[in-house]
């Protein structure tokens, strides 16, 4: 599994490997990530250079602050990349956009209500598959016309979930 984080206009790509070892844009690292209260505050040795972070999480996004500079950093695994990147061909700037299941699975949870107005990337629905919890984004900004499911929901891939406007 691989990672995505986005910092400011920055991307890396992020590869853990096994006793610490990760790779960041493809260069070897040594990496130790450790909390020191067991809450935001971490302890990150790189390349046998240390550091304490704060680290704050919200969704895919982190705010991390070292050494007193603010970063913040957006977060996807492989599969959600994947996700988001089939969600973005299909979506155009205007018009009627169907949010459509991109594999089956369990809706966990709907995010926005009928006549809302989203932004984005804001989160619509929560679609779980193979054991993980997916987090389905608004490919654009719109207003929600109409919501097809429900948590609890069983969906097939194609299915609509959400129409926006």
């Known amino acids: 599994?691989?990672?995505?984080?986005i910092v400011g206009e920055r991307t890396y790509?992020?590869?853990?490997?096994?006793?610490?070892?990760?790779?960041?844009?493809?260069?070897?690292?040594r990496a130790d990530f450790?909390?020191?209260?067991?809450?935001?505050?971490?302890?990150?040795?790189?390349?046998n250079h240390s550091w304490?972070?704060?680290?704050?999480?919200?969704?895919?996004?982190?705010r991390?602050?070292?050494?007193?500079?603010?970063?913040?950093?957006?977060?996807?695994?492989?599969?959600t990349r994947k996700?988001?990147?089939a969600l973005n061909r299909a979506a155009k700037d205007a018009g009627e956009f169907i949010l459509k299941a991109p594999m089956?699975?369990?809706?966990r949870g709907v995010t926005v209500q009928t006549g809302q107005e989203v932004q984005k990337g804001?989160?619509?629905?929560?679609?779980?598959?193979?054991?993980?919890?997916?987090?389905?984004?608004?490919?654009?900004?719109?207003?929600?016309?109409?919501?097809r499911v429900k948590p609890g929901d069983a969906v097939e891939l194609g299915q609509a979930l959400v129409i926006l406007q």
């Open 34 to 47: 450790q909390t020191i209260d067991g809450g935001a505050l971490y302890s990150l040795l790189l390349d």
């Open 1 to 5: 599994m691989h990672y995505t984080c």
């Open 64 to 79: 991390v602050s070292i050494d007193g500079d603010l970063y913040v950093v957006s977060v996807q695994d492989e599969r």
């Open 122 to 147: 804001q989160g619509l629905v929560i679609l779980e598959a193979m054991k993980m919890e997916n987090e389905l984004r608004a490919p654009r900004v719109g207003v929600v016309r109409d919501i």
């Open 52 to 62: 304490q972070v704060l680290v704050e999480r919200n969704g895919d996004e982190y």
């Open 13 to 29: 790509e992020i590869r853990p490997g096994a006793n610490q070892a990760v790779e960041v844009n493809g260069e070897p690292h």
């Open 104 to 107: 089956p699975g369990l809706v």
């Open 83 to 85: 996700i988001q990147k």
